[in-house]
């Protein structure tokens, strides 16, 4: 079975800051994805980053990017330069490659950055 | 473009009772999945939809069942309502996959039900 596992139910980081949310997951698939998704107050769930499982390069956009450790299982996400609109819940989810396969879920992080 | 859209925003309802939640796919959008998310957890997925049939289904009872229209919109019905099935359901929409190997799942904001 697969599943996501996120181990830090709360952070808080000062605006402005670097802060680091941890992810692992366990698959016995060979061509997965790994997504860090945000959840505003508003509910909408928004991608924020996305990293394919056979390339070794760690994905960016912009101020947000990822350590994936294929080996370990291991999936954090860095956020530089913290603003106030950070301020949400962060999911990390998993799925297998093909046939827009299901979303397996973390349960979260909640992320609060302070002024 | 709207994206994805669902409706209604809100819904409250009593024990045993039905319900029937929609789901509008962002344009050019085959496949609708729905997820169930309650307090302080992560989503669950129910299920699938793609070409008007279910694709995937995730570990819910036959309580939870749904529908796929020709324009691809989406509907997901609950029988005989729980106390536990009170949750945000999630919609979301992706395009048909091509040449690649994974698409972008679009999420709704949601429908909040509360069953009391």
């Known amino acids: 079975a697969q599943t996501v596992t996120q181990s830090q139910p709360e952070m808080s980081v000062q605006e402005a800051e670097t802060v680091t949310l941890s992810c692992t997951y366990d698959?016995?698939?060979?061509?997965?994805?790994l997504f860090w998704y945000k959840q505003p107050p508003s509910r909408q769930m928004i991608l924020v980053i996305r990293?394919?499982?056979?390339k070794q390069q760690n994905a960016t956009e912009n101020r947000f990017s990822v350590n994936f450790q294929k080996a370990a299982k291991s999936f954090s996400l860095k956020i530089s330069d913290s603003q106030l609109g950070d301020t949400a819940m962060y999911f990390c989810?998993?799925?297998?490659?093909?046939?827009?396969?299901?979303?397996?879920w973390g349960l979260g992080t909640s992320l609060a950055v302070n002024p | 473009d709207a994206g994805v859209t669902q409706s209604p925003t809100h819904l409250i309802k009593t024990r045993g009772q039905q319900v029937t939640l929609r789901c509008s796919p962002k344009?050019?959008?085959?496949?609708v999945s729905w997820y169930q998310q309650a307090l302080g957890q992560g989503p669950q997925f129910i299920f699938q939809?793609?070409?008007?049939?279910?694709?995937q289904r995730g570990n819910f009872p036959d309580r939870f069942s749904g529908h796929q229209f020709p324009n691809y919109s989406s509907e997901l019905n609950v029988n005989a309502l729980l106390l536990g099935d009170s949750a945000l359901y999630l919609c979301?929409?992706?395009?048909?996959?091509?040449?690649?190997?994974?698409?972008?799942?679009?999420f709704g904001p949601g429908t909040r039900l509360t069953v009391l």
């Open positions: 979301a929409s992706s395009s048909p996959l091509g040449k690649r190997s994974y698409n972008e799942q679009f």
């Open positions: 344009s050019g959008h085959d496949t």
């Open positions: 939809y793609y070409e008007e049939e279910e694709r």
């Open positions: 698959t016995s698939e060979n061509n997965y994805y």
């Open positions: 990293q394919e499982a056979y």
């Open positions: 989810a998993l799925t297998n490659a093909g046939n827009n396969r299901k979303l397996i």
